[in-house]
């Protein structure tokens, strides 16, 4: 009679990979921890909430009243104005024209938007006298320390905007999950034989 074989455990998934031994800094590591994203399969899982639409950068002289638009430029002087309705404003030069930036409600600002900076700015252009404003725009700042290190002009884009915390931002959650979607969707076991998948117009799970 044949001894009987212990049954050898199926090897881990790939997918099981922790997030560290994908390289992900031990910051961004607790802070998708508490998210609930413990290995690589989670995190390829962790789908937006929705998307927004970026619109392509263009130099400030481009820009037109009452356009959705993107641009960056260097900031060349901000103030706050308390009286009336509190507001932040800055002005925005690239070298081709000036574009006025106004938040409202904004005192946060102080500090962080400081002449000198260099940023990119997304929102609506309006009309008031002879200068061009956009108010309440989303703005980031461009860190190019190092020469040639200027990230490039952003094309059109749909964004995806993920559940975040303070902790991580979306952006953040973005930049780690984006380079490595290509090689784990490939991981991914389908539960459903392609004609199953046909007659139920279903697609695969690595779509």
């Known amino acids: 009679m044949p001894e009987p074989t212990a049954t050898q455990p199926a090897p881990?998934?790939?997918l099981a990979a922790s997030l560290a031994d994908l390289g992900i800094t031990p910051r961004r590591v607790a802070a998708l921890n508490d998210l609930g994203i413990k290995n690589l399969g989670q995190l390829i899982a962790y789908l937006p909430m929705r998307h927004?639409?970026?619109e392509a950068e263009s130099p400030l002289k481009e820009l037109a009243p009452g356009s959705n638009a993107a641009a960056?430029?260097?900031i060349t002087a901000t103030r706050y104005v308390a009286r009336g309705k509190p507001r932040f404003e800055a002005v925005?030069?690239?070298?081709?024209a000036r574009l006025d930036l106004v938040?409202?409600?904004a005192a946060y600002l102080r500090g962080k938007l400081t002449p000198g900076m260099k940023v990119m700015v997304q929102g609506?252009?309006?009309?008031r006298g002879i200068w061009l404003p956009m108010i309440n725009p989303?703005?980031?700042?461009?860190?190019?320390?190092?020469p040639g290190n200027e990230p490039a002009m952003r094309d059109e884009r749909l964004r995806p905007v993920y559940p975040a915390?303070?902790?991580i931002s979306s952006s953040e959650i973005e930049k780690i999950i984006a380079p490595l979607v290509p090689a784990a969707t490939k991981l991914i076991e389908e539960h459903f034989t392609p004609e199953f998948r046909q007659a139920h117009e279903l697609i695969e799970l690595a779509t």
């Open 12 to 14: 881990p998934s790939p």
């Open 52 to 54: 927004e639409r970026e």
């Open 72 to 74: 960056r430029g260097i």
């Open 92 to 96: 925005l030069e690239d070298g081709t």
């Open 103 to 105: 938040w409202f409600n």
């Open 124 to 127: 609506k252009a309006a009309t």
């Open 138 to 146: 989303k703005w980031t700042a461009i860190n190019d320390e190092s």
């Open 165 to 167: 915390s303070e902790a």
